[in-house]
């Protein structure tokens, strides 16, 4: 089995607003990413990814999971990446890690993750067709009173996203807390298509209760547009 590794890369965030400036990405830095990153190492060679950047600075550090070793990374950026590209990620600097193959089961462990929680229709539902992107608590709210909405039931919007996270998550791990960080709508740009939805950030605690699935869906991500910067779970050590 191909192992799982942890990359990070630091970016400097002049030089990729420019570079994004200059494709018409400016307005969708997870699209911008998403062609700086398939162009320097692959398509999809760096998915899921997250973007971290402190409050005011010049620099950010890009997160993500790859099935491709740092040496080939390198090599494949240092071959085929543009000036400008490499002008914003230096394959150089990038830094790996191996990912364990699999889990202990019951481990407890802390998360930060950034997704979008949407569900894309099966069947037409209000206003939405079927195979529409729809936000997950829309719906819930839609399942619940497909002719309109009522004022007697208050459906929670942190509840609802917790549910879309423990779907997900399926039978790798159980969510023992989930909390909002950050709730936002944004609009992102897919196929020449634009969609907003919600962007939000989950900062929380599972345990693994099958350890090959959950190495498995770290490599895949949490959700849709995993290619995009959302998705991706960064583990952090229990708080307890």
């Known amino acids: 089995m191909t192992p799982l590794h942890l990359i990070s890369l630091p970016l400097d965030l002049r030089s990729f607003r420019r570079w994004a400036a200059h494709r018409n990405l400016i307005e969708d830095e997870g699209a911008a990413l998403h062609h700086l ?6 398509k999809a060679a760096l998915q899921p990814f997250r973007l971290m950047v402190a409050p005011g ?3 950010a550090t890009l997160y993500a999971y790859t099935k491709t070793d740092q040496a080939s990374l390198v090599q494949t950026a240092q071959e085929t990446g543009t000036p400008d ?3 914003v990620c230096d394959p150089i600097r990038l830094a790996a890690k191996v990912m364990p193959a699999t889990w202990t089961m019951d481990r407890r462990l802390a998360f930060d993750l950034r997704a979008r929680p949407v569900k894309r229709l099966m069947r037409p539902a209000g206003v939405f067709p079927k195979g529409a992107e729809v936000d997950a608590f829309l719906v819930e709210a839609l399942r619940r009173h497909p002719d309109g909405p009522s004022p007697d039931d208050k459906i929670d919007r942190e509840t609802v996203y917790r549910h879309w996270l423990t779907e997900r998550l399926g039978e790798a791990a159980t969510v023992t807390e989930a909390r909002f960080v950050r709730l936002e709508r944004s609009v992102a740009s ?4 634009r969609c907003e939805g919600p962007d939000v950030t989950f900062h929380g605690e599972l345990v693994i209760r099958d350890g090959d699935a959950f190495a498995e869906r770290l490599g895949k991500g949490i959700g849709r547009h995993a290619a ?3 998705g991706m779970l960064l583990l952090r050590p229990s708080g307890g």
Do not use: H, I, M
């Not at 990153?37 to 692959?42: A, D, N, P, V, Y």
């Not at 897919?190 to 298509?193: I, Q, S």
């Open 37 to 42: 990153l398939g162009e320097s190492f692959g």
């Open 57 to 59: 600075a010049a620099n």
């Open 85 to 87: 590209a490499l002008a």
């Open 190 to 193: 897919r196929n020449g298509r």
């Open 228 to 230: 995009y910067g959302y």
